[in-house]
């Protein structure tokens, strides 16, 4: 079958089906070549239900994890975007459909090289690739419109609350090693509103403001 038939099916199967309704979002899922983000021997289930590795022990995560975090973005098209944890470049694709800017960064070197090759050879020239510890963020880049982590975190990290424009969103998978819970946080005038959503399962978020190594 034709990757773009799969892909179709993956929206209606996967992410439809299960409630995901931003337009653009479900625009942008059918569009990214997910095939390209994965490993050769990976590219028979490129579009089925489920995270898969990619090397150095982490994944790219599974479809519908991407686009329910990044329907909980609320992006419209003008934001400046922070994403944690580059990984594959996967959901830096997807957020480069839909926002202006995406500063993406990754702790593993090689990783973070694939990632930005990827990019580059899509097309993608709006997505800037660093290589460091996420959870300080980019302060010489801040403020953010929205910053989405990709890595299970004991908790938002402080700095990012810090690089997060007022009205600005973070998503977020927080909770323990082995198990958490996507976390929304608005920023609206000095106050954070909080809420919680789906259940999950990242690789985790290793840094000063994460887990150690
Ligand atoms: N968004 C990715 C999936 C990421 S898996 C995709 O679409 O493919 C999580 C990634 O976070 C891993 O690559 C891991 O190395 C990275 N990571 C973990 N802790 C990090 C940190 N403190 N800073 C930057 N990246 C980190």
Redesign the pocket.
């Known amino acids: 079958m034709e990757y773009s038939a799969l892909r179709k099916m993956m929206v209606e199967n996967q992410l439809i089906a299960r409630g995901i309704k931003d337009q653009r979002v479900l625009q942008a899922m059918l569009k990214v070549p997910r095939h390209l ?1 994965v490993r050769e021997e990976d590219l028979y289930r490129a579009y089925d239900d489920m ?1 898969l590795p ?1 090397g ?6 599974q479809p519908y994890m ?1 686009a329910k975090m990044t329907e909980l973005l609320e992006l419209k098209g003008d934001e400046k975007v922070l ?12 957020l480069a459909e839909l926002a202006r800017e995406v500063f ?5 070197a090689s ?1 973070a090289e694939e ?1 930005e090759s990827r990019l580059r050879q899509l097309g993608y020239d709006n997505v800037y690739v660093f ?6 963020g980019l302060p010489e880049h801040a403020p953010f419109d929205r910053i ?1 982590i ?2 299970g975190a004991p908790e938002v990290p402080e700095p990012l609350k810090k690089q997060l424009a007022d009205n600005g969103i973070i998503v977020a998978p927080v909770g323990s090693r082995y198990s958490q819970q996507l976390v929304k946080i608005e920023k609206l005038k000095e106050e954070f509103r909080q809420s919680y959503h789906t259940l999950c399962l ?10 150690n190594d």
Do not use: H, N
């Open positions: 983000f995270a990619i150095e022990g982490q994944t790219i995560s991407v994403e944690i944890g580059t990984g594959s470049g996967y959901q830096a694709a997807i993406t960064i990754e702790r593993i990783l990632a290589v460091r510890d996420g959870t300080l989405i990709t890595a990242f690789v985790p978020l290793i840094g000063e403001y994460g887990w």
